[in-house]
């Protein structure tokens, strides 16, 4: 199983990136995905997760109304829109697949991990 994040770099406060995760060596269409970041010094922090069918997104409130979590099962991807960017944001983002029932957002309930794709908000 491969998890690839891509799409990582540095933005002033105030602007956007997109992160893309792709998938392999899974059937991608029967794990939910999720989004976690990690500061310097920090705990990695859920941030989102969408269900497996693309229906369902949930997340932090932390960044609720400017993130947006998106799946795409024919090209075994997900991704994560982040708008209206905070220096707070900056971290290592990682997503990661679950196949726990619900809303999982402990690292735990995550069976595999990608390599973390780096975000450096400046103000």
């Known amino acids: 199983v491969q998890l690839q994040a891509s799409g990582g770099g540095l933005m002033q406060a105030g602007g956007s990136l997109s992160l893309s995760c792709a998938a392999s060596g899974l059937t991608f269409r029967m794990y939910g995905m999720g989004w976690f970041r990690q500061a310097s010094g920090k705990e990695r922090e859920w941030i989102s997760f969408?269900?497996?069918?693309?229906?369902?997104?949930f997340y932090a409130d932390s960044v609720k109304g400017r993130f947006t979590i998106t799946k795409d099962n024919a090209k075994n991807t997900v991704y994560l829109q982040m708008n209206s960017l905070k220096p707070e944001d900056t971290a290592i983002y990682y997503c990661?697949?679950?196949?726990?029932?619900?809303?999982?957002?402990?690292?735990?309930?995550?069976?595999?991990w990608g390599q973390g794709t780096e975000v450096t908000v400046s103000s």
């Open positions: 990661a697949a679950s196949l726990t029932v619900g809303v999982p957002t402990r690292t735990e309930d995550y069976g595999h």
């Open positions: 969408i269900r497996r069918s693309g229906s369902g997104t």
